[in-house]
């Protein structure tokens, strides 16, 4: 379970997220919506460790993980997939794999395999570098690294965001399924619809507070939701 309490974060010298209360249960996927600037990529930058809070806590399960560097929190268990589908580009597919498995908690030899199945495109490009796939392989890649290192805890920062919409369909049948697996997901999604169709449980960000939150059924019925990302 990740539970962020009170959180807190400036970007430069802006307070862009101001006492964030959230709690993403163990095998839940959950969406995070908000428009552009409403703090969203603030807070899941904080809860991986890529950005410094200014107050607040964040644990997985049992351990306090809001001050940790990066590399501590992947082997804590979270694993950050953030806007932008960062893939090292002269290595191929394979080889991204192979490196993000080391960062991780687990020497699985089944890992790559198990990316394979949820992806079939990457085991047919695997040869292939990274920088020469599309953007939505790309993606599917960013995706795979995160797997790799055996999450508890897979956070994903707008994985549509520039695919083109049959990609967006694979991406978001794999975050589908890895749901069904068990996978604890927290979700950052442009596409509310979208979002709101697969989740277990929501929250709306406005000006780097929580505003709206609860299933996804009640917030389809929310006013405010309708309006400004289901009109």
């Known amino acids: 379970m990740l539970n962020v309490s009170r959180l807190s974060a400036d970007y430069g010298a802006i307070r862009a997220v101001r006492g964030v209360d959230l709690k993403v249960e163990a095998g839940s996927l959950s969406v995070l919506l908000g428009a552009n600037g409403a703090g969203k990529s603030t807070t899941l930058r904080s809860i991986a460790g890529l950005h410094r809070p200014v107050q607040g806590s964040i644990r997985l399960d049992d351990r306090e993980i809001s001050k940790l560097p990066l590399h501590k929190v992947v082997r804590a268990g979270l694993a950050f997939v953030p806007e932008g589908r960062m893939v090292v580009a002269?290595?191929?597919?394979?080889?991204?794999l192979e490196l993000s498995r080391f960062s991780g908690r687990a020497d699985e030899p089944d890992l790559v395999d198990r990316v394979y199945q949820l992806?079939?495109?990457?085991?047919?490009?695997?040869?292939?570098?990274?920088?020469?796939?599309?953007?939505?392989?790309?993606?599917m890649l960013a995706i795979g690294r995160a797997l790799m290192t055996k999450p508890q805890m897979l956070v994903l920062d707008e994985p549509s965001m520039g695919l083109a919409p049959a990609?967006?369909?694979?991406?978001?049948?794999?975050?589908?399924?890895?749901?069904?697996?068990?996978?604890s997901i927290l979700l950052v999604e442009q596409?509310?619809?979208?979002?709101?169709s697969i989740c277990d449980y929501g929250w709306v960000m406005k000006r780097?507070?929580?505003?709206?939150?609860?299933?996804?059924d009640e917030l389809k019925q929310n006013p405010e939701v309708l309006e400004a990302y289901l009109s």
């Open 119 to 139: 992806f079939p495109r990457l085991a047919e490009r695997r040869r292939q570098k990274a920088g020469l796939m599309s953007g939505g392989e790309q993606q």
């Open 208 to 216: 780097g507070q929580i505003v709206v939150e609860g299933r996804p």
């Open 167 to 183: 990609i967006v369909d694979l991406v978001f049948e794999a975050i589908v399924a890895l749901h069904k697996q068990g996978q």
């Open 90 to 96: 002269p290595l191929t597919v394979e080889e991204n």
């Open 191 to 196: 596409n509310a619809a979208i979002a709101l």
